[in-house]
């Protein structure tokens, strides 16, 4: 066996090196590929396009003589305090969401691998809001957090009506309101994730550590934790890229208000886009949006390359 | 992983585990509890007495339907054209498709706008149907290549040797072994194009055509803001979902972490 090893893949190498016979064998590919390409390649990239001209233009979007401005709406923008406290709700919203949701999928994981009882009731619980949309949930939100809402009633209810407030209704606790409804949608997915990277975990490995006397809490750290860290880089990127594309949550539950405290780039564009009329300020706050978009698309390959190269 | 050999072990899990699922249910107690209040089950009555509550589910049948009729379609060929044909400049070709796969649809708003009103597709299902399908080919076209990867190429030539030209290779071979990955792919696209609140609110004008992500907002100008009446109609919405959630665990777990890993 061991022998005629080098043996086959030197062959393999062989079929593989004069790439240009081998590829020639096959069929042309390019007709398959095309109805994707042009689907999405190319409507995707037509509005990109378009959005970067009206990007230079002062119109309402209906007139059919607007005026150009060159780069004035990014000058505008460069200005704007919304635009900066969107950016710095975004990246706030990412970090909090992220560390939180990452912390109680692990939470779930390790708890559901320790055989709890009535555990596939639990876990549909904590996976129901994944697949619920969040505009037919918002409404209950609005409910709950309001003044009378149930949640007051319930800290009321426990004694601690020091804590009850206008969750929704004033600017400190607006966005965490926002952060935690996210959560609240998103932990389902973070735990499935890290429950399946756990099962990839060597037995073996868990049990010599036990059996060098390691504890739960330095299992968890020293080999759960490493053993799951790719999960964990996805989780960043999908929580990243969420934060980006937010905008159900913030415009039916707050309309990114009181006085701005949780208005995100989606929601700034969609509310200077459609109610306002602003269209190329939105286009202008959407390429800003595309190339923020794209960076981290990047990112996310060469973390992705890196993280091959390490396997 | 955690061993709790005792029974107090065990329990402390058990009630930690508790508490921690609590706040997760308790929107659901308060959906359902408000939706009782007041009428009780007359208010789910007076809900589905409104005339045009079904249509909102056809609208939104018609448009996930669409979608994933035309995801597959799209996401398969391509696979099968990227994983195992031959085509120039390969991945210059998918470059430019992985390049979509971080887009918000919010960017996409302006432009979508003007053409979708000067090609008279506003106001129809295609105005929603192509922008989502748009959107998701790219992680799917991602995933489903990444599969066909995985599946050996002297399989495909093989066929080519007895005579299978490649739209023989991928009806007989692509469709059938891409079952696993479409699974996944069908979940994801059935979730995303279900619960899209955007591209509906932006290019579905009446109500006749609107569908169940829009509904909330059709009843708070039905019933003028009575709150049972509004989270009844949450509830009812809600429902579909939930149960197709139960009757299809696996797929959905499986399905959305595979869609969540972009």
């Known amino acids: ?311 | 992983m955690l061993e709790t050999r005792t029974w107090k072990g065990r329990t402390i899990l058990q009630v930690v585990a508790t508490l921690l699922v609590l706040p997760y249910l308790f929107p659901l107690i308060v959906m359902v509890k408000g939706s009782l209040a007041g009428q009780g089950w007359h208010n789910f009555q007076a809900v589905l007495k409104v005339p045009g509550l079904g249509r909102f589910f056809v609208n939104s049948i018609v448009i996930a339907a669409g979608v994933i009729v035309l995801v597959y379609i799209v996401t398969m060929m391509a696979a099968y054209g990227f994983a195992k044909l031959h085509i120039a400049f390969r991945e210059v070709y998918f470059w430019l498709l992985l390049a979509c796969l971080t887009l918000p649809e919010v960017v996409l708003l302006a432009p979508l706008f003007t053409t979708a009103l000067h090609l008279k597709l506003y106001n129809t299902y295609w105005a929603v149907i192509l922008p989502l399908a748009a959107l998701q080919v790219p992680f799917a076209v991602l995933l489903t290549r990444n599969f066909l990867n995985g599946l050996p190429n002297e399989l495909f030539e093989a066929a080519r040797v007895d005579g299978a030209n490649s739209f023989r290779g991928f009806v007989y071979l692509v469709i059938p072994l891409t079952r696993p990955i479409a699974a996944a792919v069908f979940i994801f696209t059935l979730i995303g194009a279900w619960n899209d609140y955007l591209m509906p609110l932006v290019f579905l004008q009446t109500t006749h055509m609107q569908t169940i992500t829009l509904v909330p907002q059709f009843f708070v100008g039905e019933f003028s803001n009575d709150q049972t009446k509004i989270l009844a109609s949450a509830v009812i919405t809600a429902i579909p979902e939930v149960v197709a959630y139960l009757c299809l665990q696996g797929l959905f777990e499986r399905g959305l972490s595979a869609g969540a890993i972009k």
């Not at chain 1, 900066?84 to 909090?96: G, N, Q």
């Not at chain 1, 390790?110 to 619920?132: D, G, Q, T």
């Not at chain 1, 209704?169 to 499935?192: D, N, R, Y």
């Not at chain 1, 759960?224 to 980006?244: F, H, K, N, Y």
């Open chain 1, 1 to 311: 066996m061991e022998q005629r090893r080098p043996a086959q893949r030197a062959g393999a190498a062989a079929d593989d090196h004069p790439d240009g016979r081998r590829r020639q064998r096959m069929p042309p590919g390019l007709p398959w590929i095309l109805p994707a390409l042009v689907l999405s390649v190319g409507l995707i990239y037509y509005c990109i396009a378009y959005t970067g001209y009206i990007s230079t233009l002062n119109w309402d979007g209906i007139s059919s003589h607007p005026k150009s401005v060159g780069d004035n709406n990014y000058v505008r923008i460069f200005h704007d305090p919304v635009f900066w406290k969107a950016i710095r709700h975004t990246v706030e919203f990412f970090v909090v969401t992220f560390i939180i949701q990452t912390f109680l999928g692990m939470l779930f994981a390790v708890l559901f691998h320790a055989r709890l009882k009535l555990a596939v009731v639990y876990k549909v619980i904590v996976f129901v809001p994944v697949v619920l949309a969040p505009a037919i949930m918002a409404p209950v939100f609005r409910h709950m957090f309001a003044p009378d809402g149930e949640l007051n009633q319930v800290l009321r209810d426990v004694g601690l009506a020091s804590l009850a407030r206008p969750w929704i209704g004033q600017t400190s606790t607006a966005l965490p309101v926002i952060m935690a409804i996210t959560i609240w949608e998103w932990t389902g997915v973070t735990f499935v994730l890290y429950y399946a990277a756990m099962t990839q975990i060597d037995q073996s490995v868990l049990e010599a550590a036990r059996v060098d006397g390691a504890g739960n809490v330095r299992t968890l750290v020293s080999i759960i934790w490493p053993g799951v860290r790719g999960t964990t880089v996805a989780l960043a990127i999908l929580s990243a890229i969420g934060a980006m594309k937010t905008f159900d949550v913030p415009y039916l539950v707050t309309i990114g208000g009181p006085n701005y405290a949780t208005e995100f780039l989606g929601t700034y564009i969609y509310r200077m886009t459609i109610p306002l009329d602003h269209v190329g300020y939105g286009a202008a706050l959407s390429v800003i949006l595309l190339v923020a978009a794209l960076l981290l698309a990047i990112a996310f390959q060469l973390v992705g390359r890196e993280r091959k190269g390490r396997g």
